[in-house]
């Protein structure tokens, strides 16, 4: 006997994440992952308009074209894990391992190309604790590259299985995980 | 109640309530001491009935929380416990180590570090009783079924233990102690516990509503990623003048700011499971406790928590009467409060009663919860107050205490009503109604479909 059978016997009782692609705990995530994310940009933006002078002074520091290219990188990246997503689902097993491979060699990249860039701050004098900008600025890319890293795993897991569900289920964090760089990006390098 | 080892349940809930009585008594002595302050000042320092409260509502909360987990776990896994005699034993254990501890403390005997000030030898003691009850509860879930309940609270149960083991670890440097001692303190309550609580109010909705396993279940996964995805970054929000660097005070504010989500989840999820059931079991009292947990947890560990939980806000009010506000209705909320709706639960079970004298312990609910409320008002008054005078006028410490002190009176005066309700509480569930025992009123006719 049950008091709430309406919720049970249909398609799978999770309200208005059953219509998504994929998981609807990673839809959870996925919203989680963009409101944290959110805020920390939201925080970026009262920071900044406290301190307009500062904020431009170190913008000027960071390394514009290299960003810029990890943007074509993580997009690519994001066209192979939607392509495996697509080849998941008429059950193309071969397709899905060699796509899936592909958007995680172009994470790796993305992360590489990241570091150098780092590297190229930190040699400048940037820190963490250098100043408010680059507080922010590399916690909001620190998180993010491990959400780079972490969704690596992720693919890799997925795409080895090769079901549709899974496949689909890493691609929507996968491309979260660019949505949120696409964001990112212009607020910490363009905006003036 | 269909398993005999069940029974054993009722040892802990014992143990849990004389602990609960004796927490809220040195509660409302240490209340006395804030506006006397000469009471006992000779016989029983203030830090040492401070130490006894707080330590006991640790204890107490642990006991409840053991007792509840062999309380479920034989209906959750169809099968007896492991072992009986071993929870026995595991009690009185658990038990004597806390009554050495509180005994030492009287005699002020104890590690300082607080929370954490019980000696060495009783540290060892709560490791060895811990081991005993998870390896009695892993035992028991490995050769019964299955469930997601039992798997988030042996989850958040063996969290508990393991971060424990940071109590052994003192580094000199205090940044260091301090950062470690919340790997304890905010990880227990802000993370492991609150899987506790999200897998044994799971259970209740069950029970207590009839609710399918398979809705309650999707509710317990979104609950428990959200206070994880929150809590644990959320441990920034202690590091923000302890000497640790400054980006943790973006990620303490951040994340801690993310940790009503899943207390608003948890209000959100008891509420809409009893409406959707309709209020049909007849233990009404368990279900007022259960829905009043996830309430008031919301307001004292979210909204409360948040008040206060902004690093910019937070350089003004640290250490101030709004932490003490927070700090009680949060664990009155999410703790106590869960525990005694166990025990509402279990009790007439346990005890082969129809569901005891109700009406005193619904009386005992409203009373309690609206003292607690008028106790964390007069707080939250007194430390802005207090912010104002001290953080911002630059008045001293003591003045200003002086100029608070009727706001302490008004947390005296809800103290002693919550010792009345927690009484009341006691006896509803020790001196039932005669009602004999009928099928209709075990609690167990709403059994869900599994």
Redesign the interface.
């Known amino acids: ?5 309406d ?2 016997h249909d398609t799978s ?2 309200g208005v994440l059953d219509d998504l692609p994929g998981h ?2 990673m839809w ?2 996925i919203f ?1 992952e963009l ?2 994310f959110g ?2 940009l939201g ?1 970026f933006a009262v920071a900044r308009a406290v301190d307009p002078a500062g904020f431009a002074a170190d913008q000027t520091r960071l390394d514009v074209g290299l960003a810029g290219l990890n943007t074509l990188v993580l997009i690519a990246s994001g066209w192979l894990a939607a392509r495996a997503a697509i080849a998941a689902r008429s059950g193309r097993r071969a397709a899905v391992r060699g796509l899936t491979a592909g958007a995680i060699a172009l994470g790796a990249l993305f992360i590489g190309i990241k570091l150098v860039e780092y590297g190229h701050e930190i040699a400048g004098g940037a820190d ?2 250098t100043s408010t900008f680059f ?2 600025y ?2 909001l890319t620190g998180f993010h590259l491990l959400h780079v890293g972490l969704g690596m795993v992720i693919l890799a897991v997925v795409g080895w299985r090769a079901a549709a569900d899974d496949v689909e289920t890493g691609a929507a964090f996968w491309h979260m995980v660019d949505l949120v760089w696409l964001v990112m990006m212009p607020s910490l390098y363009l905006i003036r | 109640m269909t398993y005999q080892s069940q029974k054993v349940a009722l040892l802990y809930f014992y143990g849990a309530l004389t602990l609960f009585l004796a927490q809220v008594l040195f509660g409302v002595l240490a209340a006395t001491i804030y506006v006397l302050p000469n009471t006992l000042s000779e016989l029983l320092p203030f830090n040492i009935v401070r130490m006894i409260h707080t330590n006991s509502l640790i204890v107490w909360s642990l006991m409840g929380f053991m007792g509840a987990t062999y309380f479920l776990l034989p209906e959750e896994t169809e099968t007896e416990l492991y072992s009986t005699t071993l929870a026995k034993v595991q009690f009185w254990l658990f038990f004597a180590a806390a009554g050495i501890a509180v005994v030492g403390y009287l005699f002020q005997y104890h590690e300082g570090r607080e929370f954490l000030e019980q000696p060495f030898a009783i540290k060892v003691g709560i490791v060895i009783v811990c081991l005993m009850f998870l390896f009695n509860i892993t035992m028991t879930a490995l050769k019964g079924r299955k469930t997601t309940v039992t798997n988030i609270l042996l989850f958040g149960l063996w969290g508990v233990a393991i971060f424990f083991l940071f109590a052994f670890y003192n580094p000199i440097n205090l940044a260091l102690d301090k950062m470690y001692w919340w790997y304890i303190v905010h990880l227990w309550v802000e993370g492991v516990w609150e899987l506790i609580m999200a897998s044994v109010l799971a259970y209740l909705m069950i029970k207590l509503n009839g609710i399918d396993r398979e809705v309650v279940e999707k509710w317990l996964y979104v609950i428990i990623g959200l206070a994880l995805f929150s809590g644990i970054l959320g441990t920034g929000h202690h590091y923000y003048w302890i000497g640790a660097p400054g980006y943790w005070q973006w990620i303490g504010s951040l994340f801690s700011t993310l940790e009503v989500a899943p207390f608003f989840a948890m209000m959100v999820f008891t509420i809409h499971m009893t409406w959707k059931a309709g209020r049909k079991h007849p233990n009404h009292a368990a279900l007022l406790w259960s829905i009043g947990c996830s309430v008031m947890a919301f307001f004292g560990a979210g909204v409360w928590g948040f008040l206060h939980t902004l690093s910019s806000v937070n350089y003004y009010t640290h250490g101030t009467q709004v932490t003490a506000a927070h700090g009680h209705l949060a664990f009155f909320g999410a703790y106590v409060m869960l525990n005694l709706a166990v025990m509402a639960y279990a009790m007439p079970q346990l005890r082969g009663r129809a569901p005891y004298n109700q009406w005193l312990s619904i009386a005992s609910f409203w009373l309690m919860t609206t003292a607690m409320s008028v106790m964390t008002f007069a707080l939250t008054f007194a430390g802005v107050v207090q912010v104002h005078l001290q953080r911002v006028l630059g008045q001293g410490y003591m003045d200003v205490q002086g100029q608070i002190a009727p706001f302490y009176w008004v947390r005296l005066g809800s103290g002693v009503v919550v010792l009345i309700a927690a009484l009341m509480f006691v006896w509803a569930l020790l001196v039932p109604g005669r009602e004999k025992l009928t099928p209709a009123a075990t609690g167990g006719r709403l059994q869900p479909a599994e």
């Open positions: 006997m049950t008091v709430s059978s919720a049970t009782g999770w609807p705990m959870v995530l989680s409101t944290a805020l920390l925080a963490p604790e507080t922010l590399f916690l």
